[in-house]
């Protein structure tokens, strides 16, 4: 298999949304119940000398301070001070005053941003770069970015304006005379995206974004992290300027679920460009920490590039409530000590790979979260990692391996989290990979969230790719929880801005990454996937005697989920028997009534129920020539009982994949323009097909054939037009509306419309032993099959075959993987395993009204705006 296609291990979902596999999600009108929000103006306002930017003022409870609000001010850049080394830790000293009204010269206590080298160092000396004059923080640890106290000040909230804050010195001096940023009074504890009561609240605080052209990873980002428990996102804009971005940041402010900051280089007068380190993020992290404190429980800091996932193993999947309970218990059992969380970061290595033409045209159906579903196998030295002791490779003498290694802040590219919700812990200037540069620091009021309760995807790796090393990378699975990727794709088409910004055009996939063309190893965790198996074995073990009657529910438990075709020892026809099909769901599969054609055999007294696809030519003509059958209308509810109730009813099943390639090949067929008059819901299916010869003229081109007679039997030899139409179709169909009977599922077609449950059948055969199956039939019937029939034919005569028309070796393995999760129900009811590539499905075991129900554990949905 080619290493590519491990990129699409998951069910693929369409990001031209059909939503399918979505277990629950919250109402749509949840999301409005958040008061919609106005776009930050921030200050903006540099002093007289040019060289210190006042980012706004603001009125914040501090530890020392307790009875009342302190006014604040956000600042970056140079302002009179001075060091004193002398004290531990060293301190910034004010060489300026504060005066507001006819309150002046009052004194001010400066927070400054901390490194790992002495304060001097950090604000006086330290630089950017070569000819670097810019007073503002700056990438090489220049770290100028400090809140400024004004304890002595009092703010009077009956004025009606407050007046001008002046910092000033006798060489210095900058008026702010913007509003104040005062918090609401009511913290914000209630996690309203996912319904979580009495759970920690957590606001996202976005590092600056910018370079965004498309709409698609900032919807998938802002969504995602929604649903995986964050109450709200600040987003500082920097650019985010295309029309569409700016209809899908007006749509979030409307909701109430963002809060937008004008970050742009204009409303800076020019401070967030490069002359700040990478749009003066620091600046940012700092202002949302100021606004949020006591609003939320905990604040999340991050780019856009990085996405937070919490505890796969729990329930809700990959919700981010257990890495916060970490970070809570780790401040209660350090007695206070412990005020932030380092949060472990995994690189998503997938995003350089380059596709092929057949998986990009199938990644157009899947969002940018899904499509990205592998990440390094472990971090790479130094890129994301420092390897503090290492070792000559002993599979490898040329190689060296590191035995310890060292994650930790910013040699792993680790992002944080900070207590925002105890008013006790004094705000400071955030760094980038930690609550600051100072390593010894961290190590003390920081605590390192374990890896699997919570961490950040990072999708990026230029350091992988200036080491040369991501052709040889090894890389592991890394999906998203299928449950987060549903509530996505439902939330874009609960919003019809949302929907029309994000289906406008498919995304090419993530904006800052030029992929490559390489293959990196899968690596598989072996201690993981036993552990995993054996917990599924033991699940398929108890659903089978449940089944069995062997056994009951556990106490407490309502549904058991097992795998497809593990319920050891119960036939298919068993399996069927316990089947329950919800007609809410599948009702374009049943027939549209209970009175059906069937063949009938009077004298050998069986009954073949006809199931399309399913080896039904075959059995038509052995029914007719060999058991001497007719074909007649029957009451199938009724088999099994009064006239049915002494003849054996039977018929064939078949692999829902393999069946569905044969069932999508005579529909598409069937249902071409050329075939029927009216619209076809899947028009591109025939886009530049007028007639069948331009079809035929695709899967047998003309210059390979002499004549066009050669084309019926012969292999496809089209070019992978009608593989990638098959698996675009394939995303989009919604599973419950079929455009043709050939696409019925085969279990509704063996169940009655009324309750969902299976008509009487004595005997399920399998195509795959088709020979087999008529020979024991014949056998408990008499009937000799070495005598020729009507026509000459002896034994078991094969049906009508034709080789499919598009080439299933250009259909991928997320077109495999989407087309089994479709064809789920029929996995389960008849007991048949998952055909490989297909993986990560599952079936449900429950009960209602004392019967057991075998159902898919996810059902698909219906269709989402196009």
């Known amino acids: 298999e080619d290493s590519v296609h491990h990129q699409y291990m998951l069910m693929p979902q369409e990001n031209r949304l059909p939503i399918q596999s979505i277990h629950h999600v919250e109402n749509k009108s949840t999301r409005t119940r958040n008061q919609p929000t106005e776009t930050v103006r921030h200050a903006f306002i540099r002093s007289k000398d040019r060289n210190f930017m006042v980012i706004d003022r603001y009125l914040v409870e501090t530890p020392k301070n307790t009875n009342k609000r302190t006014i604040a001010v956000l600042g970056d850049g140079i302002i009179p001070l001075r060091i004193e080394e002398e004290t531990k830790p060293e301190v910034a000293v004010a060489e300026f005053t504060c005066s507001m009204g006819d309150q002046a010269g009052t004194k001010a206590r400066i927070i400054p941003m901390r490194g790992h080298l002495p304060l001097r160092h950090h604000y006086f000396e330290k630089k950017e770069g070569k000819g670097d004059r810019s007073p503002f923080s700056g990438n090489g640890d220049k770290f100028r970015t400090m809140i400024i106290f004004c304890e002595e000040l009092e703010f009077d909230a009956n004025a009606a304006v407050q007046p001008p804050l002046i910092l000033s010195s006798s060489n210095f001096s900058v008026s702010i005379d913007s509003p104040f940023v005062v918090n609401p009074t009511t913290p914000k504890r209630q996690d309203h995206s996912t319904g979580i009561s009495g759970g920690l609240s957590a606001v996202h605080c976005m590092c600056p974004a910018y370079g965004l052209k498309e709409p698609h990873w900032l919807i998938e980002y802002i969504e995602h992290h929604l649903a995986a428990g964050v109450s709200h996102l600040h987003v500082y804009d920097f650019n985010l300027h295309e029309l569409r971005l700016q209809s899908t940041i007006q749509e979030y402010q409307k909701q109430g679920v963002i809060t937008n900051h004008d970050w742009s280089v204009k409303a800076s007068g020019g401070y ?78 997938s995003v350089y790979t380059k596709l092929s033409a057949p998986e990009q045209e199938a990644a ?34 040329t190689k060296r391996i590191c035995l310890k290694m060292n994650r930790k802040y910013q040699v792993g590219r680790q992002k944080f989290v900070f207590n925002t919700g105890d008013l006790s812990i004094e705000p400071m200037p955030l760094f980038t990979h930690a609550l600051s540069r100072d390593t010894d620091e961290m190590d003390r009021i920081m605590a390192i969230v374990p890896e699997d309760l919570l961490h950040v995807r990072h999708y990026q790796g230029h350091w992988l790719a200036r080491a040369n090393k991501l052709e040889t990378l090894e890389e592991k699975e890394a999906p998203i929880p299928r449950h987060i990727l549903d509530t996505i794709r439902q939330r874009i088409h609960d919003s019809d801005v949302l929907a029309s910004a994000y289906n406008s055009q498919n995304s090419t996939g993530v904006e800052w990454i030029t992929p490559i063309e390489r293959s990196p190893r899968l690596q598989i965790s072996k201690t993981t996937l036993l552990e ?159 007639s069948y010869q331009d079809y035929e003229d695709v899967f047998c081109p003309p210059e390979t054939r002499k004549s066009r007679k050669e084309c019926t039997k012969r292999a496809s030899q089209e070019n992978g037009t009608l593989a990638a139409r098959l698996g675009r179709f394939a995303f989009e169909t919604d599973g419950r509306s079929i455009f043709d009977v050939h696409l019925q599922l085969q279990v509704p077609m063996l169940s009655k419309r009324s309750d969902g449950r299976a008509i009487h059948m004595d005997v399920l055969f399998n195509t795959t032993a088709a020979t087999n199956g008529w020979e024991s039939l014949a056998a408990s019937r008499g009937v000799n099959l070495s005598v020729p029939s009507s026509d000459g034919g002896t034994g078991v005569i094969q049906g009508r075959s034709y080789p499919r028309r598009f080439r299933i070796e250009l259909i991928t393995n997320a077109t495999k993987q989407r087309i089994c999760a479709l064809g789920l129900l029929d996995y389960c009811c008849l007991n048949l395993p998952l055909p490989p590539p297909c993986s990560d499905l599952f079936c449900r075991l429950d009960q209602m009204d004392g019967r057991i129900r075998i159902q898919p554990w996810t059902h698909p949905q219906s269709a989402t705006k196009m």
Not at 288 to 306: K, N, P, W
């Open 272 to 349: 967030t460009n490069r002359v700040a380190y990478e749009h003066a993020k620091w600046a940012a992290s700092t202002d949302c920490l100021l606004r949020t404190r006591g609003q939320f429980d905990f604040a999340l800091f991050s780019d856009v590039d990085e996405v937070w996932l919490g505890d796969v193993a729990k329930r809700p999947s990959g919700d981010i409530q257990s890495g916060l309970s970490f970070c809570k218990r780790a401040r209660e059992e350090s007695k206070g000590v412990k005020i932030g969380c380092g949060i472990e970061s995994t690189t998503i290595s």
């Open 364 to 397: 157009k159906s899947m969002l940018l979260l899904e499509r990205y579903d592998r990440s390094e196998a472990h971090p790479n030295c130094p890129g994301n990692c420092h390897c503090e002791r290492g070792a000559w490779d002993p599979r490898d003498p």
């Open 532 to 690: 995993t198996r054996q917990d599924l074995d033991s699940f398929d073990i108890l659903a089978t005697k449940i089944v069995q009657g062997k056994a009951s529910f556990p106490e407490g438990t309502s549904a058991l989920k097992f795998r497809p075709g593990k319920l050891s020892q119960i036939s298919e026809v068993e399996a069927l028997r316990q089947c329950y099909v919800d007609k809410a769901v599948y009702g374009e599969h049943f027939h549209r009534s209970d009175t059906v054609q069937v063949s009938i055999s009077e004298v050998h007294q069986l009954i073949y129920k006809f199931v399309p696809k399913s080896g039904s030519s075959t059995s038509r003509y052995m029914m007719k020539e060999r058991f001497g059958a007719i074909e007649r209308i029957k009451n199938t509810a009724a088999f099994g009982d009064g006239t049915f109730s002494n003849y054996t009813i039977f018929t064939f099943v078949r692999d829902p994949l393999s069946r569905f390639f044969a069932s999508y090949d005579e529909a598409y067929a069937r249902a071409a323009p050329w075939a029927r008059h009216g619209s076809h819901p899947f028009p591109y299916l025939y886009e530049g097909f007028d």
